[in-house]
């Protein structure tokens, strides 16, 4: 039996009888969009739809590898058949090809998410191409077959949509349910492990905007589902539900089981070097777990990695900070979980910071500032205290846990919770 290998040719590939893919393969990216990693590269992939009364392109390739997303278009259809082409995410790793495809097939139609309108304009630099915008439940036909679609915002940017074939039960899902994993054996079931990919690409591309995951889900979960076929990485046609079930594990908080019916979860974190922050930290913790509806947590930032900390901030309403001030800064600890935060959604999540200071005591504002930049609300001005915390002091630092729990169970639920 021979092995599917499209690293040896440049045909397009049957996912069925209709419908091909004819996309490219990228094995040697390791750096994608700057900040994501891949050990192995990624694939653009693009597919194609034939129907009784023409052709449908779906999503094209980063414009480096158009020769090949051309070449495997030819060899299952000819440019002038084309009628419909679906963009289903106009990031340019998607959308390289599309200026070269329509100048080879200028009668095609583009069907964009409303979205994408502006987009269109903005990265292609063209008003000129024939389009119509879709929205959920709004599908066009090629004859017998028909390409319903599904508003999915922010999976991974503003525009990006699904579209879901009806007589085959196939999701063309852009983004979502994909990984950056380049194998030339393409299907899910013939690929290497992969596992690790789908949950990295999942933690840095989908994660920050799970919200929008969970209201996508509420669309997805009800279709029939024969194959899914992402724009990037293995096409999942051997158990498709199981990735829609993980998505919906993800993008689902597990401590908001714990955290009582109308209680607010407020983390404080500290560092403190010679122990100064760290009674700071405590007087407002004691502040804080005394008001009522509040659940109040303290951790030493010396104790734990960063990730579990930031799993923890995900599902929290509130956070706080202790740092000392050395060098005119916050500290690196410090520094290492704000940075960590742009993976999740902090909008409207309440924030504030003290520290222990010698000279200058920048840090609290730093820290605030940050906290600013991640769109958090911050209802009290920072507590700073000079070197070692007075008795007066610490009743200072009480009141400020008091005073910030009681803010945060008099405002409305926020936004990210
Ligand atoms: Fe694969 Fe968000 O582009």
Request: contains cysteine; aromatic residues 10%; charged residues 25%.
């Amino acid at each position: 039996m021979s092995v599917l290998d499209v690293s040896h040719n440049r045909d397009g590939v049957a996912l069925s009888e209709r419908v091909f893919w004819i996309g490219a393969l990228d094995p040697a990216l390791r750096t994608f969009d700057i900040i994501l990693k891949t050990a192995n590269g990624t694939t653009y992939n693009a597919y194609l739809v034939r129907g009784s009364d023409g052709v449908a392109v779906i999503d094209t390739v980063k414009e480096q590898f158009a020769d090949e997303f051309f070449a495997r278009l030819e060899s299952v259809a000819r440019y002038e058949e084309i009628k419909i082409i679906v963009l289903n995410h106009l990031e340019p790793d998607h959308t390289g090809a599309l200026p070269e495809l329509m100048r080879r097939a200028p009668q095609a139609r583009l069907y964009i998410s409303q979205k994408a309108q502006v987009m269109l304009k903005a990265l292609l630099k063209r008003d000129s191409y024939p389009f119509e915008t879709v929205l959920t439940g709004d599908s066009v036909s090629l004859g017998d077959c028909t390409l319903r679609f599904l508003h999915t915002p922010y999976l991974h940017w503003p525009d990006t949509q699904c579209a879901y074939f009806e007589q085959e039960n196939i999701l063309f899902s852009g983004d979502v349910f994909g990984c950056h994993f380049c194998d030339s054996r393409l299907f899910n079931d013939l690929v290497g492990d992969f596992r690790f990919s789908f949950e990295y690409y999942y933690a840095h591309i989908m994660r920050p905007f799970k919200e929008h995951v969970r209201r996508a889900l509420e669309l997805i979960e009800p279709l029939e589902l024969d194959i899914i076929a992402p724009t990037h990485g293995p096409i999942l046609r051997d158990r498709p539900r199981d990735y829609v079930r993980r998505f919906r594990e993800l993008s689902t908080s597990r401590l908001r089981n714990e955290v009582g019916e109308g209680e607010k979860s407020l983390l404080i974190f500290y560092i403190s070097s010679y122990g100064n922050t760290a009674r700071m930290a405590q007087a407002v913790y004691e502040g804080a777990r005394a008001a009522a509806g509040v659940r109040a947590s303290l951790y030493d930032l010396e104790g734990s990695e960063v990730a579990p900390f930031v799993d923890l901030i995900e599902d929290a309403d509130a956070i706080v900070f202790g740092s000392p001030t050395i060098n005119g800064d916050a500290v690196k600890p410090v520094w290492d979980l704000l940075s960590s935060l742009a993976v999740i959604n902090t909008r409207g999540k309440m924030g504030a910071a003290f520290g222990s200071y010698g000279w200058s005591g920048e840090a609290v504002r730093m820290i605030e500032d940050r906290m600013r930049g991640l769109k958090m609300q911050l209802p009290l001005p920072g507590l700073r205290v000079k070197l070692i915390p007075t008795h007066e002091e610490l009743i200072q630092c009480r009141d400020f846990g008091s005073q910030f729990a009681q803010a945060l169970t008099a405002e409305e639920p926020s936004a990210a919770a």
